[in-house]
């Protein structure tokens, strides 16, 4: 069974950027696997902030964006802020209806 | 506004059966799927299966077939996830969501927490 990779952890200072990837274990992510990522933090409720690759949903500020970087889907924040430390899962689309969610990237802000 | 209300949290025994719900309100209910996420203890997202309302398909992912059931009432625009037999494992935190194109999920659940213990 495919696997969705993402990195455990990351740490950002503030101001600063970073890019969260998602793969496969096997194969490599395209925009027909229409990678979404979603943010959680603690105690809450999953939010979307990007889908079908990299668009943002209502309300997400454009310091968020998606893209495809060589084999992989990424979600880059640009000028960090402290309230971006989430959790981040990326989900992808494998056929018939179905997805699969990555393991998730806990961000630190610091 | 768009509105997913998941029933209240639940304590049961291993065994018992469960059921419990979704219900959405401000959009059509019947031209959207409906998904289950679990999310058990300090662990990441498991999308478990979705519905389509209007006409009741359903598809699992292959790790949740046969371990729980997707149901939907579209009289009263609910969706249910239910188990037959609780395992202490079914112990986590449940949540529906509403699947747009692109096959995301754009509103969600407040959760529904499940715990399973003798």
């Known amino acids: 069974q495919t696997v969705v990779t993402q990195e455990p952890s990351f740490s950002v200072s503030p101001g600063g950027t970073v890019t969260l990837t998602c793969g496969l274990s096997?194969?490599?992510?395209?925009?027909?696997?229409?990678p979404t990522w979603y943010q959680q933090t603690p105690g809450q409720a999953p939010r979307t902030l990007m889908y079908?690759?990299?668009t943002r949903s209502s309300g997400v500020p454009d310091r968020f964006s998606g893209s495809i970087l060589g084999n992989k889907a990424a979600l880059t924040i640009t000028g960090a802020q402290a309230d971006d430390e989430s959790d981040y899962y990326c989900?992808?689309?494998?056929?018939?209806?179905?997805?699969?969610f990555g393991g998730g990237t806990k961000l630190t802000v610091l | 506004e768009v509105q997913l209300v998941q029933s209240g949290a639940e304590v049961k025994k291993p065994g018992e059966s469960l059921k419990i719900s979704c219900k959405g309100s401000?959009?059509?209910?019947?031209?959207?799927?409906i998904g289950w996420v679990r999310q058990m203890p300090g662990k990441g997202l498991e999308w478990m299966g979705i519905?389509?309302?209007?006409?009741?398909?359903?598809r699992y992912s292959p790790s949740f077939q046969g371990q729980v059931t997707i149901s939907a009432d579209k009289s009263i625009s609910t969706a249910y996830l239910q188990w037959s037999s609780l395992k202490a494992s079914d112990t986590a935190m449940y949540y529906c969501?509403?699947?747009?194109?692109?096959?995301?999920?754009?509103?969600w659940g407040q959760g529904t927490l499940v715990t399973v213990s003798s």
């Open positions: 079908s690759t990299n």
């Open positions: 096997s194969g490599s992510v395209s925009t027909s696997y229409y």
């Open positions: 969501a509403r699947r747009v194109g692109g096959y995301s999920f754009d509103y």
């Open positions: 989900g992808l689309h494998m056929g018939s209806g179905i997805s699969v």
């Open positions: 519905i389509y309302p209007g006409d009741s398909d359903t």
């Open positions: 401000g959009y059509s209910f019947t031209n959207y799927w």
